[in-house]
């Protein structure tokens, strides 16, 4: 067997989260075209899921340079 038990887990951190929100468009989607009224809202979050998602994306470096502006060039906390 070639690799490690966390190497072959790996697949599920790098897939796990655009799986997710794929299935949540897809449903929102569907509630809409099938659920009336009440699937436009669930149809709202579900689709606006992804557009939170890359917006947060962005968003995180200018946040996490406001909130931790000690923070070495890796992340580390700096010795000073």
Sequence with gaps: MHGSPD???LWIRVFAAPILLAAATITGLLAA???????????????????LVVVWTLLRPSLDKVRLPNRGRHGRARAD
Excluded: C, D, I, K
């Design 7 to 9: 190497r072959s887990r």
């Design 33 to 51: 075209l099938l659920w009336g009224e009440a699937g436009q809202y669930v149809a709202w979050v579900t689709v606006g899921a992804p557009v």
